[in-house]
């Protein structure tokens, strides 16, 4: 079996044209699915009669620690992507098994941290936010169930790398979708109490989430076990190896960091535009799940380009690397211009759809054409951070993300948040924070490309 696996995997032999549309889409459309959760959420939380706004707050608020728990659990599974493509590009099979076990200990590891969190921290890390009782008490009712039920969202998060590694992205892109469509079909359900079910209202929102992700992962499961042959699965397998789990990490923790520096920005994002008004947070939370339907369709692609470069990167193939390198950025940056068209023109109807009113639709409104201005930049640095990890890397992934997402980001917001509450400029201000760090980021990558190519791509 280990010496077809080269001969056999599409990864090896596929022109990576094609290779790359035929894992990316699949990969896209499950990553925007996911993105799917927050925003349908979101459509129904807002139009809750009487605190409709209240309520998106509330999902604002604890937005950034479901962030945090997808950054952990997808940069977990990206680290498991890689090493067991490569794995699999060196033909060893029982190194890519340990590599899928070692990723279901990991998983359960991290399901029980935020179990306990669930059990101790919500409260206190909401508080820290808002002063306001209704929102509080929501905001700590949702977070409290989704982080204590939060299996299901790190199971998936293995079994769909597992699988887009093995080539199977379809398989990963159906599970993906059986928990969106039983999320969107519970939302509506549980939130306002049809069928003669009671109205749940936020707690609602979080048990449509909770139910529709661990669907997903009952799927990934079973779809592993039916498609992946080439790799064996039992309980030995299970057993941690420091060596395969540095090897995951090697390759993860820059993917993590960038994931879960996505949710420590919204945090502090949150604490410094309340100090402008509640609305800017609400405008602002609701622009970033908007806009999650863009970016995560760049990580969907980025995503792809991991184990495409992982894998020949393992087989020694420089040009199939180099393609991979080229159409990889190509495509990204498709993806992003498509979406900075979107928003500028779709920006007045998004608005409407979630109800927004008076300033704080105008402060949406204004987020989604100033900030979309920086997507061609954030889709360069995105396909940058994919390949850095899938090269070894690593390192070069993480100062990206720090530069894009807190170095180059919070300060200039902070700065411009005093222009505004001094009144010197408009609230608008504030959103031109992230084009300047995503330019100043994209300077910063085209550096790193330039050295990996150099000391890696051109030694293959």
Same mark, same amino acid.
């Given at each position: 079996?280990?010496?077809?696996?080269?001969?056999?995997?599409?990864?090896?032999?596929?022109?990576?044209?094609?290779?790359?549309?035929?894992?990316?889409?699949?990969?896209?459309?499950?990553?925007?699915?996911?993105?799917?959760?927050?925003?349908?959420?979101?459509?129904? =939380?807002?139009?809750?009669?009487?605190?409709? #706004?209240?309520?998106?707050?509330?999902?604002?608020?604890?937005?950034?620690?479901?962030?945090?728990?997808?950054?952990?659990?997808?940069?977990?599974?990206?680290?498991?992507?890689?090493?067991?493509?490569?794995?699999?590009?060196? %033909?060893?099979?029982?190194?890519?098994?340990?590599?899928?076990?070692? @990723?279901?200990?990991?998983?359960?590891?991290?399901?029980?941290i935020f179990l306990l969190f669930a059990l101790f921290g919500t409260k206190g890390y909401i508080a820290t936010q808002t002063k306001?009782?209704?929102?509080?008490?929501?905001?700590?009712?949702?977070?409290?169930?989704?982080?204590?039920?939060? *299996?299901?969202?790190?199971?998936?998060?293995?079994?769909?790398?597992?699988?887009?590694?093995?080539?199977?992205?379809?398989?990963?892109?159906?599970? %993906?979708?059986?928990?969106?469509?039983?999320?969107?079909?519970?939302?509506?359900?549980?939130?306002?109490?049809?069928?003669?079910?009671?109205?749940? @209202?936020?707690?609602?929102?979080?048990?449509?989430?909770?139910?529709?992700?661990?669907?997903?992962?009952?799927?990934?499961?079973?779809?592993?076990?039916?498609?992946?042959?080439?790799?064996?699965?039992?309980?030995?397998?299970?057993?941690? $190896?420091?060596?395969?789990?540095?090897?995951?990490?090697?390759? @993860?923790?820059?993917?993590?960091?960038?994931?879960?520096?996505?949710?420590?920005?919204?945090?502090?994002?949150?604490?410094?535009? +309340?100090?402008?008004? #509640?609305?800017?947070?609400?405008?602002?939370?609701?622009?970033?799940?908007?806009?999650?339907?863009?970016?995560?369709?760049?990580?969907?692609?980025?995503?792809?380009?991991?184990?495409?470069?992982?894998?020949?990167?393992?087989?020694?193939?420089?040009?199939?690397?180099?393609?991979?390198?080229?159409?990889?950025?190509?495509?990204?940056?498709?993806?992003?211009?498509? @979406?900075? =068209?979107?928003?500028?023109?779709?920006?007045?109807?998004?608005?409407?759809?979630?109800?927004? $009113?008076?300033?704080?639709? #105008?402060?949406?409104?204004?987020?989604?054409?100033?900030?979309?201005?920086?997507?061609?930049?954030?889709?360069?640095?995105?396909?940058?951070?994919?390949? *850095?990890?899938?090269?070894?890397?690593?390192?070069?992934?993480?100062?990206? $993300?720090?530069?894009?997402?807190?170095?180059? +980001?919070?300060?200039?917001?902070?700065?411009? $948040?005093? +222009?505004?509450?001094?009144?010197?400029?408009?609230?608008?201000?504030?959103?031109?924070?992230f084009p300047i760090a995503e330019i100043l980021s994209v300077m910063v990558s085209i550096v790193f490309m330039k050295k990996v190519?150099?000391?890696?791509?051109?030694?293959?």
């Open positions: 079996m280990s010496n077809s696996i080269g001969k056999e995997n599409k990864m090896a032999v596929m022109p990576v044209n094609k290779l790359m549309i035929n894992m990316g889409i699949p990969m896209i459309v499950s990553m925007m699915l996911q993105a799917v959760y927050n925003i349908v959420d979101s459509a129904f =939380v807002a139009n809750i009669e009487g605190v409709g #706004e209240q309520a998106l707050n509330a999902l604002t608020l604890a937005f950034p620690v479901q962030m945090l728990m997808v950054a952990i659990g997808i940069g977990t599974g990206v680290g498991v992507n890689a090493l067991l493509a490569k794995s699999m590009g060196q %033909q060893d099979v029982e190194k890519a098994s340990k590599t899928a076990g070692n @990723g279901v200990f990991l998983m359960t590891v991290i399901y029980v306001n009782p209704i929102i509080e008490g929501m905001a700590t009712d949702y977070l409290k169930i989704c982080c204590g039920w939060s *299996f299901g969202i790190f199971y998936f998060s293995l079994y769909e790398k597992v699988l887009q590694a093995t080539g199977k992205s379809m398989y990963s892109t159906i599970a %993906q979708i059986t928990g969106a469509v039983i999320n969107m079909v519970f939302d509506p359900i549980l939130i306002y109490g049809w069928f003669g079910c009671p109205a749940l @209202g936020v707690s609602g929102a979080a048990y449509a989430t909770i139910i529709g992700q661990i669907a997903s992962a009952a799927c990934g499961l079973i779809l592993h076990l039916k498609t992946n042959r080439e790799i064996k699965n039992g309980i030995v397998y299970l057993k941690p $190896s420091a060596r395969i789990i540095k090897g995951i990490y090697a390759i @993860g923790f820059a993917a993590i960091i960038a994931q879960a520096l996505m949710s420590v920005m919204t945090y502090l994002l949150n604490v410094i535009f +309340v100090k402008i008004g #509640e609305n800017v947070v609400t405008a602002y939370g609701l622009y970033y799940k908007i806009q999650q339907f863009i970016l995560f369709a760049a990580f969907g692609l980025r995503d792809a380009i991991t184990p495409i470069l992982s894998f020949n990167h393992g087989m020694k193939n420089k040009e199939r690397v180099e393609d991979g390198v080229k159409y990889g950025v190509g495509y990204t940056l498709l993806i992003m211009l498509v @979406g900075f =068209v979107g928003l500028e023109v779709l920006a007045v109807p998004l608005a409407n759809l979630f109800g927004l $009113s008076g300033e704080t639709k #105008e402060f949406c409104i204004a987020a989604m054409r100033i900030i979309s201005i920086s997507y061609v930049f954030a889709g360069a640095n995105i396909a940058f951070q994919g390949i *850095f990890q899938a090269l070894d890397s690593g390192l070069e992934s993480l100062i990206i $993300s720090v530069c894009r997402q807190f170095l180059f +980001v919070i300060p200039v917001a902070y700065a411009f $948040s005093l +222009v505004v509450i001094n009144g010197t400029a408009g609230t608008w201000i504030v959103w031109a924070a190519n150099r000391k890696i791509i051109m030694n293959i």
